[in-house]
């Protein structure tokens, strides 16, 4: 885990703050950033590209809290989307527009619109059909729309089913073959402006061969748009750098950074990327108190007030986490344990047969929860959702408080009193 969490004399720190501090200060389940953690997981990618025209845009889909993507515009990061939600997050905290790329298969026109107005750096175009609609309403805002071709490269990236991206049954980009007669389509339509190549392959991905080989492809492919006579400015390399995963260590930004300008090297173009996890997964964790302890049949529970509607990933994609007591200590007795929710379904889990000793009143810390945990969670089971605290040396602020119960049914009313 990042050292921004570590154990001092037994107590699990947040940067300066002991979690127990934390969790009595506001309370459980409660979703803890290291401002610190975040500040130097960006900065350790700029730094890997040192040297070469690089411009990290921050998935905001990891983690869009206001108080992140401030602390990340704070240092000239870029900013990848995929919403106008995560458009307008951007805006309201202070983020540059014109340091957002635009991601995503299904652009609403909206959506669309807003960014347009806002004149972000880019679109990635996923297909034909957005490529006319992109136009015409480029045409219609009186803009020229910069845009990336992201093609899909037919590469399987590793990791889980369902966040791999760049093959060719997946709905993300635009296969190779067709990607050719896509450009020559973008340099005759009105509004837009071809400037970039962009791919991304998939997320949490451990090993660099499935990128070299899907960059390898990207280049191939911008050399022969350059050779059209397209002055292309950029490409794209996407997000998906993995974290150290139970016990698996994940490539370094250095050695990513070594792959990725290898691919690109000659092609004299910038270079775009759009890590999310690999910046705020190990920034953050989840605090949660065990309400009960029990012993079933052949199996043993503890029972903790933090559950799948908070942090989603163990049970969607059978995700690891580790988790930590917050006071580390000899546990002679620690046996396999199963970290379970209140959520009424089987699937509702933390993690599985843990060594832990635990009793009521234990807190523990879910590891990794600064990215995909509180933007995945939802109201399931009517459970206000958890609120979320930056920690930065000493000082520890909340950047979003705690859902009130009342809150679960704002916007809703009875028949009788709703609006036709
Ligand atoms: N760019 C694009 C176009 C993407 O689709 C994604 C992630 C990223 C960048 C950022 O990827 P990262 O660097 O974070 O791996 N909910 C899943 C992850 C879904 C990722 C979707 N796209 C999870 O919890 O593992």
Not at 4 to 32: I, K, M, Q, S
Not at 327 to 335: H, I, K, L, S, W
Request: hydrophobic share 45%; with cysteine; aromatic share 6%.
């Amino acid at each position: 885990m990042n050292p921004a969490f570590a154990y001092r004399e037994g107590r699990l720190h947040a940067e300066d703050v002991p979690v127990e501090d934390l969790a009595a200060r506001f309370g459980t389940p409660c979703y803890v950033y290291s401002r610190g953690a975040l500040e130097a997981r960006y900065l350790a990618f700029v730094d890997a590209f040192a040297g070469h025209p690089v411009r990290v845009c921050y998935a905001v889909k990891a983690n869009g809290n206001l108080a992140v993507l401030d602390v990340l515009a704070g240092h000239g990061a870029g900013f990848d989307i995929v919403s106008g939600g995560e458009l307008a997050r951007v805006l309201a905290a202070g983020g540059d527009p014109q340091r957002v790329v635009f991601s995503g298969a299904c652009k609403l026109e909206d959506e669309i619109r807003a960014a347009l107005a806002q004149d972000i750096a880019c679109f990635n175009v996923e297909s034909e059909p957005e490529l006319y609609r992109l136009s015409e309403l480029a045409v219609e805002a009186g803009r020229e729309a910069r845009i990336a071709i992201r093609v899909n490269p037919d590469v399987e990236a590793g990791g889980h089913r369902h966040i791999s991206t760049g093959r060719r049954e997946h709905k993300f980009g635009i296969a190779l073959e067709d990607a050719g007669s896509l450009v020559v389509r973008a340099m005759t339509l009105p509004g837009l402006k071809l400037e970039g190549v962009a791919c991304h392959i998939g997320s949490q991905m451990m090993a660099l061969e499935p990128l070299a080989a899907a960059l390898a492809q990207v280049a191939d492919f911008a050399r022969a748009v350059q050779a059209d006579g397209v002055a292309l400015r950029h490409v794209d390399a996407g997000g998906g750098l993995g974290i150290d995963h139970h016990g698996q260590v994940a490539p370094t930004p250095a050695q990513y950074a070594e792959v990725v300008l290898g691919a690109l090297a000659g092609l004299g173009l910038d270079i775009v990327l759009e890590p999310g996890r690999a910046i705020a997964g190990p920034a953050g964790l989840l605090l949660t108190r065990v309400a009960y302890v029990k012993q079933g049949h052949g199996r043993k529970f503890a029972l903790v007030d933090a559950a799948m509607n908070d942090l989603l990933r163990p049970a969607l994609y059978e995700a690891w986490h580790d988790i930590l007591p917050a006071r580390a200590g000899a546990a002679p007795d620690a046996e396999p344990i199963d970290v379970v929710g209140p959520v009424c379904e089987t699937g509702d889990f933390l993690g599985r047969d843990r060594e832990l000793a635990v009793v009521p009143g234990d807190l523990l810390a879910v590891a990794d929860g600064g990215a995909y945990g509180f933007v995945m969670s939802s109201n399931y089971n009517a459970r206000p959702r958890a609120c979320e605290v930056m920690v930065a040396g000493a000082e520890a602020r909340v950047v979003r408080r705690r859902e009130t119960t009342e809150e679960l049914w704002r916007g809703e009313a009875r028949f009788k009193e709703a609006l036709p």
